[in-house]
């Protein structure tokens, strides 16, 4: 996917708004693609777009309900949105499905 990887040359380099674009073009041309999603939910979420970052997040997420980072991030964007037990929630999910140091994220889940 050209437009998802041009998306990440943008996101790296901090050019969040133009990540965004690719990202959403990525995601338009291939529907089905989780990963576009997820990394169109990660630049919303760098621009505190948080209700956006979520709603790409639970997109990602239904189309691939194993998609450990997806839930990882979404627990990022629900605890900006002040929902801590939804982000505890998803942590403990993205731990079921293994992700690396959760305990990291889940320091104020109890």
Request: charge should be positive; glycine fraction near 4%; include cysteine.
């Amino acid at each position: 996917m050209a437009y998802n990887n041009r998306g990440s040359a943008k996101y790296a380099k901090q050019d969040f708004d133009g990540a965004v674009a690719d990202f959403k073009k990525a995601s338009e041309l291939k529907p089905n693609y989780a990963f576009a999603h997820n990394n169109l939910g990660t630049a919303l979420l760098r621009l505190k777009k948080y209700k956006e970052a979520l709603a790409a997040f639970n997109k990602a997420i239904s189309l691939d309900a194993q998609y450990t980072t997806a839930y990882a991030n979404r627990a990022s964007a629900k605890e900006m949105l002040h929902d801590l037990k939804g982000a505890c929630a998803d942590w403990k999910k993205a731990k079921q499905l293994g992700i690396k140091n959760p305990e990291v994220f889940m320091q104020n889940c109890k």
